[in-house]
Structures are given as structure tokens and as C-alpha cells.
């Protein structure tokens, strides 16, 4: 967004960044294994092509670095304030602004306000009995923490999603004995990974086109993937039969191998990529455990039938409330309205284009409600930050103050979104995914291709949005 507003010509904006670095999701996982399971050249910026990948798909620590290179290409460093968390936007009808407030103590006026905290940046924890009675080290594979000397430990994994398949393998190598607890197998697809080496780098430094068209192929190669999504597809049955077919020749084990295979339709959730997760069950260290936690002790792990498993360690990769949009901070638009309740009050989170909501002048979203989509968050979010910017553009050029989206048409087309999933493996497969809120309402991913999407941004039309006049609009 930051790039977009300065390449229009715009330099009057701040970000407010809760923590003291930038990357967010890349600055806050920094696991063992951390990496990107989206190609690399797909998972970048069309403004800042990145010629010096080490590998197809990017590690957390590139991605984190090439993120710092967009900031000082862009000069964007002096617009950004460290260690700000936003905990209330209000929008002041008589001025025309909203006024945002900080927990440091900030209070300031600004006349747009662009949300782009995700939808990845609270890590939920299980419910467990006796959590913070485990003496020995506990946390988050989002919040790592690396001051723990973990060879030769006794480690508890709860956990087995994608973030799992990159950790797992990891402390497999470490631990004296690594106990994997299992809730429900997911569906794991090879990871197309190759290293990149140095004269081929040397090829995208001196040929930039090469990058643009490993994107442009990349692209079409995943768009061509979405039939994936429909069930008894010719592409849904190829793809599920190739990760039965995988399990069978990495795992070794009949029973090991029954207890990772999954009980509801591939893409009732997300798959898990990898190439090194399920062989690493073969080792004599890791254990899989399907039996429901209980609760934790002082210095184990018990399940509900009984048995008590010691651990020096519980590591929770236990996913974000993804479901649970803006939790952190209270938005107020105008007539008072609350944004959380509005959303409860609809059934759930929902948004025109992911971006802006009815009665909420001049505030959007970026990655908003149903906005995921696997191809490219990269293309998403500047697709979505060009729309708001023409929005910027046209309070300017409307001499007006405050522009939102017309409710009729924000309905319609969360209706239409949500109508979609008629049929998806995520609403028919029975499975537990994230995509979910606790009404049982898809929140998350957009249903349709990414190129329909992309095409919505820039022809939906654009009296879905109105403006209005300010009564006291000073010059700002």
C-alpha cells in the first residue's frame, strides 16, 4: 500500500507497526524450517523482482530480507513508527477523520485508515487443562523461542499442520524423542522445491524478463489447478490418489501410515507441502500420537484414555484465529457503529471485495474477509491497494471527505461469495479448518479463481462506492 501511494505521488502517510522490526508474518515465524510454500517468483512483488532467490520457494529469513529491501528501495523507513499497536479507530463525523489510538499512548487524526494486519497474526493455543502448569519450556511455533537448548529433549508437538511439516522434520533431528500429537491427518502433497543456482541467478540479474515470465507460467499453472477445489473433479481424484500413493511409499509403517491417512475429501482444508514430513515418522525417535490430550502436568502430557506421557518440552503449532478479524482492535464508524457487531449481527465477517464495509468511511482492508487465495497474496494485495487508491483519488477529486460502500451492493456481493461454496470441499468435507469462524461461516478464502478476483478489483464499478461531504472539512 506504502508503495503504491508513493509511486502515485503520494508521501503523506504512516505506518503504524506493532513490533519493533518489519516482515510481520516472516518477522514473527522464525522456526526451524521456516519457509514459504508458494513458488518464490509467484510470492513476490510485480514493483520489486527478486533475482537472488536461493531456492524455488523462499525461507523465511529471504523472504523477511527481501521485505527489508522493498523498505530502503522505497524510501518508506521514515514513514514507519516501530512498536505502535493500534487499539481503537473511531471515526469522527464532525471532523471527518478517524482518530487512532495507540496502547503507547498516541492519539492521532488521519483521513484514511488502510488495515493490513492480516489475517495470520493472532496464535491460538488449545484449550488444555493444566497449560500453565507445565514447568519446562512452552510456546507458539509463531513466538519460537530460541534460547532453548532443545538437543536431547523429550518434546511434545501438538500440532500437524502445514507449519508442523516444516518443524517436525526439524526437531526430529534433535530430540531424544519427539511425540507428534496428532488431532486430524492432513492431506500432504510434494513440495515442487528446487535450489536455484548461481548461473541461473546470474540469468535474472542481467535478464529481468526471465523472472516475469517464470511468474507469468507460475500463475498459470495454479489457475489452471483450481478445478482442484470441486470434488470428484478428474484433477480432485488425480491429486488425492498421488498423496495416497506418496504416503504409501514414505511410510513405512501399516499403522503409522493408517493414522496419517485422512478421513474427509482432500481440500476440505488447506494441504500440507512437503517432501520430508511423513518419512520422518519412519525414525525411531518420533512418535505419533492420536489419542485426545487430556490436559498437561507439571512435566507431561495426558491423554484421555490414561496414559501420561513425559516431556521436557510442548511445542503448540496449533494455527491463528485467522476467523477472527480486527479482534485486537475496536472500530467505530459512523452512527456509532461497532464493527464487530455489525459483522456478528450479519453472521460473520464480510466485506465489498474483501475491503471496505457499510458505515465505515474511508477505512479498507487489505487480505480482508474471503480474500485468501492460493495462487498469489502478492497479486491480491496490489490489486487491492490499487482500488484503494482510485478511492484516495476520487476523495480528492469529489472535493468530499468520506467515501463507503453502498450497502445494497456490499450484501450482494457477499452473497454471492458466500453462495460459492455451495458444494466446496470445505462446506461438505466434515473437516476441522480454519477457514471457519465459530458460526460454522467461511470467512477466509475467496471461492473462485484468482484471476476472477483480480478482474473484480479493477472492473467492479465503481458507484459501489459513495461519497458524502464533511460539514467542517479543513484542509488536512
Known amino acids: 500500500m506504502a508503495v503504491t501511494l508513493k509511486r502515485a505521488g503520494f508521501d503523506n502517510f504512516t505506518i503504524l507497526e ?65 512498536g505502535r499497536t493500534v487499539k481503537e479507530c473511531k471515526w469522527l463525523e464532525d471532523e471527518g477523520v478517524w482518530q487512532v489510538l495507540c496502547e503507547s499512548g498516541e492519539d492521532e487524526r488521519y483521513d484514511v485508515v488502510v488495515s493490513a494486519i492480516g489475517q495470520f497474526n493472532i496464535p491460538k493455543f488449545p484449550n488444555l487443562p493444566g497449560i500453565e502448569r507445565f514447568k519446562g519450556p512452552k510456546f507458539h511455533s509463531a513466538r519460537w ?49 528446487m535450489p536455484v543456482s548461481d548461473q541461473e541467478r546470474e540469468k535474472f540479474r542481467r535478464q529481468p524478463w526471465r523472472i516475469r515470465l517464470e511468474r507469468l507460467k507460475l500463475y498459470r499453472l495454479f489457475e489452471s489447478l483450481h478445478s482442484v477445489r470441486t470434488i470428484g473433479s478428474d484433477l480432485w481424484t488425480a491429486t488425492r490418489d498421488n498423496c495416497l500413493r506418496e504416503l504409501e511409499r514414505q511410510v513405512t509403517d501399516p499403522e503409522v501410515r493408517e493414522k496419517l491417512t485422512p478421513k474427509y475429501p482432500i481440500m476440505c482444508k488447506r494441504p500440507v507441502f512437503s517432501n520430508v514430513y511423513l518419512p520422518t515418522f519412519n525414525r525411531p ?94 497479486l491480491i494485495q496490489e490489486k487491492q491497494a490499487r482500488f484503494i487508491l482510485r478511492a484516495i483519488k476520487r476523495i480528492g477529486r469529489a472535493k468530499r471527505r468520506a467515501v463507503e460502500v453502498r450497502r445494497d451492493i456490499a450484501l450482494r456481493y457477499d452473497a454471492w461469495v458466500q453462495s460459492g461454496f455451495e458444494g466446496h470441499p470445505m462446506t461438505v468435507g466434515g473437516c476441522n479448518t480454519y477457514s471457519r469462524d465459530e458460526n460454522g461461516r467461511i470467512t477466509t478464502i475467496f471461492p473462485h479463481s484468482c484471476s476472477k478476483y483480480l478482474a473484480l478489483c479493477v472492473l467492479a464499478p465503481f458507484f459501489a462506492l459513495k461519497t458524502s461531504r464533511i460539514k467542517s472539512a479543513a484542509p488536512r
Not at 28 to 43: F, K, M, T, V
Not at 174 to 183: E, I, M, N, P, W
Not at 300 to 325: K, R
Not at 326 to 337: E, K, M, N, P
Open 18 to 82: 506493532s513490533e519493533q522490526a518489519a516482515g510481520g508474518t516472516w518477522y514473527h515465524n522464525h522456526y526451524p524450517g521456516a519457509a514459504c510454500d508458494i513458488p518464490s517468483h509467484l510470492y513476490s512483488f510485480s514493483f520489486k523482482l527478486n533475482p537472488n532467490w536461493s531456492s524455488s520457494h523462499g525461507t523465511a529469513a529471504e523472504i523477511r530480507a527481501y521485505i527489508e529491501d522493498i523498505i530502503d528501495a522505497y524510501d518508506l523507513r521514515p514513514a514507519i513508527r516501530f
Open 145 to 193: 523461542e530460541h534460547d532453548h537448548d532443545l538437543s536431547g529433549k523429550r518434546i511434545a508437538h501438538i500440532g500437524t499442520g502445514s507449519t508442523a511439516a516444516q518443524t517436525v522434520p526439524e526437531l526430529a533431528k534433535v530430540a531424544s524423542r519427539l511425540y507428534v500429537f496428532q488431532r486430524e491427518p492432513g492431506w500432504i502433497l510434494p513440495k515442487q522445491e
Open 285 to 378: 525417535n518420533v512418535e505419533l500420537v492420536t489419542a485426545p490430550i487430556k490436559g498437561l502436568t507439571e512435566n507431561s502430557v495426558v491423554l484421555q484414555d490414561g496414559q501420561e506421557i513425559e516431556v521436557d518440552v510442548v511445542v503448540f503449532s496449533t494455527g491463528f484465529s485467522s476467523s477472527n478479524l480486527l479482534s485486537q482492535i475496536t472500530v467505530t464508524g459512523s452512527g456509532g457503529a461497532d464493527l464487530h457487531a455489525a459483522w456478528r449481527e450479519h453472521g460473520g465477517a464480510y466485506a465489498y471485495l474483501g475491503m471496505a464495509v457499510p458505515s465505515f468511511p474511508n477505512f479498507f482492508m487489505i487480505l480482508g474477509p474471503n480474500t485468501i487465495i492460493p495462487t498469489s497474496l502478492m
